[in-house]
């Protein structure tokens, strides 16, 4: 073929799964891995006439002469990787991911270029580990040539590629089959909307308009909605629409993508029924910026008009009110959420002004001030700001937000929180939250601070696990939620219950400091010494701040009898509350764990002056236990409305 010749080819893209996160962890095996896989891969590319163009890192890109030989190929790769990873154990496995599509290439020294190389990439990474995905070109020329079924994934919208691109799955012999337990059609999951916008800097729209369908759609009591923390994991990592069912337990499944111009605003959606591996609808909206909010009624209705779900009276007012007229403090608010979901300091300070900026638009823009409000919530509960400096403007925040729209479940969490931290009032704080999941009964923030502030805190610990439990079947991929689940086992004395959990978290979230560090504790209660100082040790040096996790591990130290150790990291603590923001909390925790019991009352007394958020919740930790009996400690509890139920016995 002539240098700049353009013709019609096969190409082939392949990826080995986790290859970068292996390479960080050990990079030696990484590389014996790597060569393993080229050796097994490479013979079957001259088989099929295939020519490899080049190796980028741990993928190649292949270009074949027809569609039905590169299939054939990627089929005999996978098979006999297939037959050399049953003989080993999961984490010496080699996992590849193929996309075979069909279009024109251009050569040019030794290289091709064109959209069939950047469309043969983008739908790789579709594709289920050990799978292949092809795109429709291909399958019309290997329909009824091949061994083995393909599959629709319907119709996607690829980065950098115009035109929607329908993409099949190689159903290979070997595979698992389908499970057996029905999906439930009720229960969705909105996935990440695709930027299509000419500008990259407006990806915080589609990640905005996500959040707020999502947010629209769980006002339809009937519908199960899974949260933003879970469908968001697959934005940086999509995966087949079987794997994303399977992993959120949803039967139904959106999928769209957002384009602004202007003023201008085109969303694309189509809804896919998991169970059955097919397309229901799909529907484009071409409207005004303005008209966003109707956009989400909309879909919220054409949905529940497919599942045959009833909207009931005040739901199709819900979804039909508009939160502003005015465009702009929209865009200015789904610009706040998107920073404030950063939960970095930056990005609370960068959201804070564009929620500020959204009210100076629209004085009347309930969201807008509840976003404050939970700005303030997240910097105070992080230590980034005083309680002295959060408390007084949130809860101006969450009240004005609920004095413009009593309807919005976010406000009345916010205020929730200002109620048991600001006023200790733990009924009115139950009764916000109440109201919150009535009015959203999918709203996973409002079970997991029914369960963890308010029920785990009085001791209604059975009842505390059952929100917990139900809060992460809303978000079943969130570490936080999670954690506080096995929190709550650990309090109620079911440890052996509440390391598994940790161990979950952590198979999926290795890098989910808490989650060592609780771990930890769990493990220390099970006389595991040597294990738990390593889950904390390691949890400080992810997270690289002493303040956070430091109490755990003097608490570690001193129940395995390393009373030096303690004490010097006690001291190490104390220099650092020279230097920076360490909270009050913290501090008597501390001072608790290292059985300075004197020196914990003084600082717990202190949290209870300057109203810490961070006071209830870690009352009934076991940093405290030897203050059980203090008078002081009770009269403290009592006050702030929190239920000691004693340092029960661990239960198997």
């Excluded at 733990?426 to 939250?433: A, N, S, T």
């Amino acid at each position: 073929m002539g240098e700049g010749e353009r013709r019609l080819a096969a190409v082939m893209f392949t990826d080995i799964v986790g290859y970068s996160a292996q390479i960080q962890k050990d990079e030696a095996r990484a590389l014996r891995m790597l060569e393993e896989h080229r050796k097994v891969v490479r013979p079957f590319f001259p088989k099929h006439h295939g020519r490899e163009i080049k190796t980028m890192g741990d993928s190649f890109l292949v270009e074949f002469p027809s569609a039905l030989e590169a299939v054939r190929c990627a089929f005999d790769i996978q098979q006999s990787l297939h037959e050399m990873n049953l003989r080993r154990v999961p984490d010496q496995r080699v996992l590849l991911r193929v996309g075979v599509h069909l279009g024109d290439v251009v050569h040019n020294e030794n290289d091709v270029y064109g959209d069939a190389v950047n469309i043969a990439s983008r739908i790789e990474p579709l594709a289920e580990p050990g799978g292949i995905c092809v795109t429709g070109q291909v399958y019309d020329q290997v329909k009824n040539k091949i061994d083995f079924p393909l599959s629709s994934l319907g119709a996607k919208e690829l980065k950098n590629v115009g035109d929607l691109t329908v993409v099949f799955k190689a159903l290979l012999p070997w595979e698992e089959t389908p499970r057996s337990a029905p999906l439930d059609t009720h229960r969705i999951a909105v996935m990440p909307f695709v930027n299509m916008s000419p500008d990259p800097g407006d990806e915080y729209f589609a990640d905005g308009m996500t959040e707020e369908l999502i947010s629209t759609m769980s006002k339809v009591g009937q519908f199960e909605v899974i949260s933003r923390t879970s469908v968001m994991q697959f934005k940086k990592n999509p995966k087949p629409i079987r794997e994303v069912s399977r992993e959120l337990d949803a039967g139904t499944i959106l999928e769209g993508s957002v384009r602004k111009s202007g003023s201008m605003l085109r969303v694309t959606v189509q809804m896919i029924d998991a169970a059955r591996d097919r397309h229901l609808w799909a529907e484009n909206y071409d409207r005004e910026l303005k008209d966003a909010f109707s956009i989400q009624s909309e879909i919220s209705k054409a949905v529940a008009e497919e599942l045959k779900v009833r909207i009931f009276p005040n739901e199709k007012t819900r979804l039909e009110h508009r939160p502003t007229n005015d465009s702009e403090a929209y865009n200015l608010y789904l610009k706040g959420r998107f920073y404030w979901n950063e939960r970095t300091r930056p990005g609370l300070e960068k959201a804070t002004r564009y929620f500020t900026e959204a009210t100076k638009r629209d004085p009347n823009f309930a969201h807008a001030y509840a976003g404050l409000a939970d700005c303030l919530m997240i910097q105070e509960v992080w230590g980034f700001v005083s309680p002295r400096e959060s408390h007084e403007k949130r809860a101006a925040y969450a009240r004005k937000a609920l004095e413009l729209d009593e309807s919005l479940a976010e406000a009345h969490v916010a205020l929730a929180g200002i109620l048991t931290t600001l006023d200790w009032d733990v009924e009115g704080g139950e009764r916000e939250l109440r109201r919150a999941i009535e009015l959203n009964p999918n709203y996973a923030m409002a079970h997991h601070m029914y369960g963890f502030g308010i029920l785990g805190t009085t001791g209604r610990l059975d009842e505390s696990i059952a929100q917990l439990k139900q809060a992460e079947k809303l978000d079943p991929l969130s570490p936080v939620i999670a954690s506080n689940l096995g929190d709550m086992l650990l309090l109620a004395g079911r440890i052996t219950e509440a390391v598994d959990q940790y161990r979950r978290i952590l198979d999926n979230n290795p890098d989910f400091a808490y989650a060592h560090s609780r771990l930890g504790l769990a493990l220390s209660k099970q006389a595991r010494h040597e294990e738990a100082i390593f889950e904390i040790e390691k949890s400080i040096d992810m997270l690289g701040r002493l303040a956070n996790w430091a109490p755990d591990l003097i608490l570690a130290y001193r129940v395995a009898g390393r009373k030096d150790d303690s004490e010097q990291l006690l001291a190490k603590l104390e220099q650092a509350a020279q230097r920076e923001y360490v909270s009050n909390v913290e501090l008597a925790m501390a001072y608790g764990a290292s059985g300075r019991t004197e020196k914990a009352m003084e600082f717990l007394e202190k949290a209870a002056m300057e109203r810490s958020s961070q006071l209830r919740i870690n009352l009934t930790e076991p940093h405290f236990d030897q203050l059980h009996t203090d008078p002081r400690f009770q009269r403290l509890a009592k006050t702030i409305g929190v239920v000691i139920t004693g340092s029960p016995k661990p239960r198997p």
